[in-house]
């Protein structure tokens, strides 16, 4: 039982490259959402999908851009990677939106932009 | 701004003792979650108390919830080595299909 799943789990970019983050998740779950975490920041909303084809901005969505054309999938692209950009992305899934149901996470993906 | 406000930001405790964090939201909610994170790894859940509830257990876990107030308290009751962790309150605006997280507080028991 596969739950959340992240690739890449770790990836070092140059300033202005592009990359995409795939999160996939097998409990057919409606809604999905990408954080970001950084030291002592806590968890930050980037994006989230109330269901396939749709997307929502969050708290910090700019430089990001996502794509839920299935639903099992959500990706998060950064056209132009920026040293601000670093951090760990962690995606998560829910059955219901807002805080009604358990959002079950990924373990993680570590980018560190140069 | 995050919606919730975890308090204190750190905790280090000996195992045995109880263990409490606090939270503090700014607009209504409709629910409120806890959440733990071991290090270097993806959030768990933990807990989930309603807006119309003020206290719920689950094993040596303690939730209470304070609308009036906007914040929720979470108890660890004899603690273990293996509670060492971050943990994180999750809350909603009302109606809103977005979780919103604090910062944080991170524990650390002593063995």
């Known amino acids: 039982n596969a739950g959340v799943t992240q690739t890449p789990k770790f990836r070092v970019l140059k300033t202005g490259q592009s990359m995409t983050l795939l999160c996939a998740q097998d409990m057919n779950h409606e809604y999905m959402y990408w954080y970001r975490q950084d030291p002592g920041m806590g968890l930050r909303l980037i994006h989230y999908?109330?269901?396939?084809?749709?997307?929502a901005k969050g708290e910090v969505p700019d430089g990001y851009n996502v794509s839920r054309l299935k639903k099992q999938n959500f990706l998060l692209g950064l056209e132009s990677a920026a040293p601000s950009q670093t951090s760990v992305y962690f995606c998560?899934?829910?059955?219901?939106?807002?805080?009604?149901?358990?959002?079950?996470f990924g373990e993680g993906s570590r980018l560190t932009v140069l | 701004s995050q919606q919730g406000e975890e308090d204190p930001q750190a905790l280090s405790i000996q195992e045995g003792e109880n263990a409490t964090m606090n939270c503090s939201y700014k607009t209504s909610i409709n629910n409120l979650q806890w959440y733990r994170q071991n290090s270097g790894r993806g959030l768990v859940h933990l807990i989930l108390i309603r807006s119309n509830e003020r206290e719920k257990h689950s094993g040596r876990l303690r939730v209470t919830l304070d609308t009036s107030k906007k914040s929720s308290s979470l108890l660890i009751t004899a603690s273990r080595a293996a509670d060492t962790a971050s943990y994180f309150c999750?809350?909603?605006?009302?109606?809103?299909?977005?979780?919103?997280f604090g910062a944080g507080t991170r524990l650390f028991v002593k063995a």
């Open positions: 999908s109330v269901g396939e084809g749709t997307t």
């Open positions: 998560a899934s829910s059955e219901t939106g807002g805080s009604t149901g358990e959002l079950f």
């Open positions: 999750a809350t909603d605006a009302a109606g809103g299909f977005k979780t919103i």
